[in-house]
Structure formats: structure tokens, C-alpha cells
């Protein structure tokens, strides 16, 4: 068969022109497999691109982005780390122990109507687009709306505000997706989401200002990962829990999956020229997805080689 | 479609705790419709805001009046979405 559609990884596209090269990808390696995990608000399907040599309900790794819509950069980042994946295994000695032993699931677009939201009618976007009972507005941050220290302080309680936590905790259907589907695999050893940007490197937690109990592993491996970022470009990342790196955020994502025993959970904000904020443009994509990908590689191999 | 002329971006950087509740009490004045990219939480970690054409000049003065240090992330945010329009019809094309 004949490999590529043409589809370039260095420019943004349509959730369309997203969901076609999955399929593509779905196609093109016989260990890619597209699944459905549910759909958004307004029925558009959340597609995660499931990675697997074999095996029953291995050990498993989660990799999501654009669960905030408008950074653009992170779905961009993690279509070049899918395709980075499946054409690595077999020549990367990394990749391909990583897929010998475990699976990996990998959502590129965590809030669809949110995306399409931006590209139609307002680029600023950043939430779902479900209407909320008696406001005007639309919309929760659905990294606001896990069931961890939900509704605590660094959420908004105004549905109009971008950090609005939603009227209770997994209101989201996006989010309620991704909690099922965690839970019924129930074998996940890793979770990694993709933001944009300021450039941190974050794990729990973000609810309240106490250290987790694998705080010293979880700074040791943050602190690798960033190093590993840094490699290439010298881009510098900023290492530690959410609430003391940035600021304290009830119910966020991986707030959840640590405490429903998801040891690796991390947080990545993507890198900032200090220009664009999260408007990078297009020719920053590779170079981000490229320094990007030894970080979370890193945490891939260092779950790997720890099993609990 | 939503456009964002004479939109402005600012990074804000504090240099104390006052000034960060300062800041904060920018944030709660709904009527100048800032959308706080980083909202503002400790003061080693910058702020960046966008801010409607209307309300540039009253924020501007508002964080000169405080002593608060700023400067200018994008400068017409609209320029910044048709380059990015045109970038990508480019590569469709």
C-alpha cells in the first residue's frame, strides 16, 4: 500500500481534515486502531487512537490534548507524536520495547466542539459548548471539572468565566467520557495531557498545596523529562505540582487520575516564545511536537521499566 | 465569525503580592471584558490578558497608576488571526 496522504503535520487543520488522517493512520499500521469513546455535547465522536501489539488489557499509557480548545499547537503536537509513534515502532528500540509491553491510547482532540468552535466562530474559545440551565452563557473549562476538589478555589462558580467548573463534577460529557473509559480499562499506569503554553511540566496537586505521596519520583522524572525537552532547542521548563508552580485549580484533570491510582500523571504546558502566547504559528508545530517528544518518551520509558 | 481588531494582549509582571491583588481586582471588573490567558496568582508568575479595544486605555492606565510593569504580547490580535488564516488556506491549497 502506499504510504502518506499528503497530510501535513506542520500546518493546523480542521477536525475533519484531524479525524481523516487518524483513520489514515488507523489504516496504514496494523497495530493503530481508531476507536470511539463516546461523543461531545453537540454528537461529534472523541476518537482515540488506540496503540497495541497484542496482549489482554496490557498496562496502559493515556496521552490527550485539546481538551482546552483553543491551543491549537497541542492537537497539532500530538497528530506529529501519533504518527511519530506508529512509524517508530519496529526502528526505535524505545518505542518498540514501550509497545512490546504496553498499550497506549491517545485522544488528539479532548474537546471537539470547542475546536470547531474556533474555527468558525471564535478563536479565543477554550471551553466545551453545553448550554448551561439558566445562564445566558455556554460553555465549562473542562479542566475544571474532574472529580477532584471540585468547585475548590482557582475555579470559577460564573458560567460566563473561561475557568467555569461546571454545574457538578463530570457534567461534562467529554470529561464523563474519559472518567468511563478510564475506569472500565482500569489498567492505566500513566496519564499525560497536553496545554499550551508557559512551559511548565506539572503534576498533582493542583486542588489543594500538599506534597503527593510520590512527590520525589514524580519531581525526579518531571525533572528528566524537562531536561530532555531542553535537549533540543534549549527550551526551559518549569517543574513541579500545579497549585505551587502556577497557582491552586479545583477538579483538574490530573488531579483525578492520580487520586484513582494513576501514579504518572503529568501535566505539560507547551512552549511560549513570549510572542504568540497560545496563537503559535504553524512553523513552531514541529519544532514543539519535536522537543515535546523525548519528555514524554522519557516518562513512557520510566513507567515502563517501574511497574506497580 | 468573531474578530478581535485593536485587541491587545498584555504580559503583565508583578513585582509584589499587592500588586497581584491588584490584579485581581482588574479581573473582578467584568464590565471591561479582559480574558486573562494566566490569571494572576503569585507574583513570579507573569500575567497575560487580552483586552478589548475599549478597554486597552483604561487598563493601560490603570497598571501605570499602580506601578505595575507591562508590556505589549500582540499588538492587534486580529493581524495575528488572518496571518494564521492565511497561513492555513495556504496549506490547503
Given at each position: 500500500r502506499q504510504r502518506g496522504t499528503g497530510f501535513d503535520f506542520g500546518t493546523y487543520h480542521t477536525l475533519e481534515d484531524i479525524?481523516?488522517?487518524?483513520?489514515?493512520?488507523?489504516?496504514?499500521?496494523?497495530?493503530?486502531?481508531?476507536?470511539?469513546?463516546?461523543?461531545?455535547?453537540?454528537?461529534?465522536?472523541?476518537?482515540?487512537?488506540?496503540?497495541?501489539?497484542?496482549?489482554?488489557?496490557?498496562?496502559?499509557i493515556w496521552l490527550d490534548a485539546g481538551i482546552h480548545s483553543r491551543e491549537w499547537v497541542t492537537?497539532?503536537?500530538?497528530?506529529?507524536?501519533?504518527?511519530?509513534?506508529?512509524?517508530?515502532?519496529?526502528?526505535?528500540?524505545?518505542?518498540?520495547?514501550?509497545?512490546?509491553?504496553?498499550?497506549?491510547?491517545?485522544?488528539?482532540?479532548?474537546?471537539?466542539?470547542?475546536?470547531?468552535y474556533t474555527h468558525t466562530s471564535n478563536r479565543m474559545w477554550r471551553k466545551t459548548r453545553s448550554k448551561i440551565p439558566g445562564s445566558v452563557?455556554?460553555?465549562?473549562?473542562?479542566?475544571?471539572n474532574w472529580d477532584a476538589g471540585f468547585g475548590g478555589p482557582g475555579a470559577s462558580k460564573n458560567p460566563?468565566?473561561?475557568?467555569?467548573?461546571?454545574?457538578?463534577?463530570?457534567?461534562?460529557?467529554?470529561?464523563?467520557?474519559?472518567?468511563?473509559?478510564?475506569?472500565?480499562?482500569?489498567?492505566?499506569?500513566?496519564?499525560?495531557?497536553?496545554?499550551?503554553?508557559?512551559?511548565?511540566?506539572?503534576?498533582?496537586?493542583?486542588?489543594?498545596?500538599?506534597?503527593?505521596?510520590?512527590?520525589?519520583?514524580?519531581?525526579?522524572?518531571?525533572?528528566?523529562?524537562?531536561?530532555?525537552?531542553?535537549?533540543?532547542?534549549?527550551?526551559?521548563?518549569?517543574v513541579g505540582p500545579i497549585c505551587t508552580t502556577i497557582y491552586m485549580a479545583g477538579g483538574t484533570t490530573i488531579d483525578w487520575t492520580y487520586a484513582n491510582g494513576v501514579k504518572y500523571s503529568f501535566s505539560?504546558?507547551?512552549?511560549?516564545?513570549?510572542?504568540?502566547?497560545?496563537l503559535l504559528p504553524s512553523s513552531h508545530i514541529l519544532p514543539t511536537a519535536t522537543e515535546t517528544w523525548p519528555a514524554l518518551l522519557d516518562i513512557m520509558v520510566h513507567v515502563l521499566e517501574h511497574p506497580y | 465569525l468573531e474578530t478581535f481588531v485593536g485587541h491587545q494582549v498584555l504580559r503583565v509582571r508583578t513585582s509584589n503580592e499587592e500588586q497581584v491583588k491588584q490584579l485581581q481586582l482588574l479581573e473582578s471588573l467584568e464590565h471591561?471584558?479582559?480574558?486573562?490567558?494566566?490569571?494572576?496568582?503569585?507574583?513570579?508568575?507573569?500575567?497575560?490578558?487580552?483586552?478589548?479595544a475599549a478597554s486597552v486605555q483604561s487598563v493601560k492606565?490603570?497598571?501605570?497608576?499602580?506601578?505595575?510593569?507591562?508590556?505589549?504580547?500582540?499588538?492587534?490580535?486580529?493581524d495575528v488571526l488572518d496571518q494564521e488564516k492565511q497561513d492555513m488556506a495556504r496549506a490547503a491549497q
Amino acid at each position: 500500500r502506499q504510504r502518506g496522504t499528503g497530510f501535513d503535520f506542520g500546518t493546523y487543520h480542521t477536525l475533519e481534515d484531524i479525524y481523516a488522517e487518524l483513520d489514515h493512520l488507523a489504516s496504514e499500521y496494523s497495530f493503530v486502531e481508531k476507536i470511539q469513546i463516546g461523543q461531545s455535547y453537540e454528537k461529534r465522536p472523541l476518537y482515540v487512537l488506540k496503540f497495541s501489539t497484542g496482549g489482554s488489557n496490557r498496562p496502559a499509557i493515556w496521552l490527550d490534548a485539546g481538551i482546552h480548545s483553543r491551543e491549537w499547537v497541542t492537537q497539532a503536537s500530538a497528530l506529529w507524536i501519533a504518527n511519530k509513534i506508529a512509524s517508530d515502532y519496529g526502528t526505535d528500540a524505545s518505542v518498540t520495547s514501550l509497545l512490546d509491553h504496553m498499550d497506549l491510547f491517545l485522544l488528539p482532540v479532548a474537546n471537539p466542539d470547542g475546536f470547531v468552535y474556533t474555527h468558525t466562530s471564535n478563536r479565543m474559545w477554550r471551553k466545551t459548548r453545553s448550554k448551561i440551565p439558566g445562564s445566558v452563557c455556554y460553555g465549562v473549562d473542562p479542566n475544571r471539572n474532574w472529580d477532584a476538589g471540585f468547585g475548590g478555589p482557582g475555579a470559577s462558580k460564573n458560567p460566563c468565566s473561561d475557568s467555569y467548573h461546571g454545574p457538578s463534577a463530570n457534567s461534562e460529557v467529554e470529561v464523563r467520557s474519559v472518567v468511563d473509559f478510564i475506569k472500565s480499562h482500569g489498567n492505566f499506569k500513566a496519564f499525560l495531557t497536553l496545554h499550551s503554553y508557559s512551559q511548565l511540566l506539572m503534576y498533582p496537586y493542583g486542588y489543594k498545596c500538599t506534597r503527593p505521596a510520590d512527590y520525589a519520583e514524580l519531581e525526579s522524572l518531571g525533572r528528566s523529562a524537562a531536561n530532555a525537552i531542553k535537549s533540543l532547542y534549549g527550551t526551559t521548563f518549569q517543574v513541579g505540582p500545579i497549585c505551587t508552580t502556577i497557582y491552586m485549580a479545583g477538579g483538574t484533570t490530573i488531579d483525578w487520575t492520580y487520586a484513582n491510582g494513576v501514579k504518572y500523571s503529568f501535566s505539560l504546558e507547551l512552549r511560549d516564545t513570549g510572542r504568540y502566547a497560545f496563537l503559535l504559528p504553524s512553523s513552531h508545530i514541529l519544532p514543539t511536537a519535536t522537543e515535546t517528544w523525548p519528555a514524554l518518551l522519557d516518562i513512557m520509558v520510566h513507567v515502563l521499566e517501574h511497574p506497580y | 465569525l468573531e474578530t478581535f481588531v485593536g485587541h491587545q494582549v498584555l504580559r503583565v509582571r508583578t513585582s509584589n503580592e499587592e500588586q497581584v491583588k491588584q490584579l485581581q481586582l482588574l479581573e473582578s471588573l467584568e464590565h471591561l471584558q479582559l480574558d486573562f490567558w494566566i490569571n494572576p496568582s503569585a507574583s513570579a508568575v507573569p500575567v497575560d490578558v487580552r483586552i478589548p479595544a475599549a478597554s486597552v486605555q483604561s487598563v493601560k492606565a490603570f497598571l501605570e497608576s499602580h506601578g505595575i510593569e507591562y508590556s505589549i504580547l500582540i499588538e492587534d490580535l486580529q493581524d495575528v488571526l488572518d496571518q494564521e488564516k492565511q497561513d492555513m488556506a495556504r496549506a490547503a491549497q
